[in-house]
């Protein structure tokens, strides 16, 4: 199955009010695991960057004033995205930036019914504890040492190891015995072939063996079998 892991950074926190998506990172997965396909673009987006958010992703309007807008990218985007399940942490987030963009200009936006939201899943199977990307990274042994800042594609990347984890972990998909006769293992245990018995072999010890082997016994002053009578 064919799912597509995404995250987004943006403006700040309401695409409403006035907030655009600044950059998406995409990584393909089959059967929860990565192909090595991704997407990933830096977008203008039309309207000066808050301080808050330049401090989660480090993203200035002068490294984004050359970008192209959502607009340039999103066929590119679309034939990628497919008609896949989309994989975000706090979807509703990303969804609510990713459609809002894709109806901007003009685009039919992603139904929701493709949504798959790891942060419900982590709630599930983690109640009470810290559900943030950060903290499932540490739950799960993932490395993270390198984000520094958040940014799209690399939160992706995280995102799709996290995902597998909350998802049954890296037994997904192993089949050891996937294309063994079950029927036949079954006869074969009720009516197991013959054993063949082999007569067993002497190997009686020659005068010189049973010399050496007093010579020897001669120098072994505490044997573990008790002294000789």
């Known amino acids: 199955m064919r799912e597509i892991v995404f995250d987004t950074e943006t403006t700040g926190l309401s695409f409403s009010g006035g907030d655009r998506l600044v950059e998406i990172g995409c990584i393909e997965i089959i059967h929860r695991v990565p192909t090595g396909a991704s997407f990933h673009v830096y977008v203008n987006p039309e309207r000066s960057m808050a301080a808050e958010a330049y401090a989660v992703h480090g993203l200035s309007d002068a490294f984004l004033a050359d970008k192209k807008r959502f607009a340039d990218h999103a066929d590119e985007l679309l034939d990628f995205l497919g008609d896949s399940p989309l994989v975000a942490h706090n979807a509703s987030f990303d969804f609510g930036f990713l459609n809002g963009e894709l109806k901007r200009c003009g685009r039919v936006p ?120």
């Open 110 to 229: 992603v139904a929701l019914d493709r949504m798959v939201d790891t942060l419900v899943i982590a709630r599930s199977r983690h109640p009470g504890a810290k559900h943030s990307l950060d903290a499932l990274c540490t739950r799960y042994g993932i490395d993270r040492s390198h984000r520094t800042l958040h940014g799209a594609l690399l939160d992706a990347q995280l995102l799709a190891q996290v995902y597998v984890e909350l998802t049954g972990g890296r037994q997904i998909g192993l089949e050891l015995i996937e294309d063994v006769d079950t029927a036949a293992i079954g006869l074969a245990t009720l009516n197991p072939p013959p054993s063949v018995v082999r007569p067993a072999r002497h190997f009686a010890p020659n005068a010189d063996d049973l010399a050496r082997h007093a010579d020897f016994l001669k120098t072994v002053t505490q044997p573990l079998w008790g002294a000789s009578g």
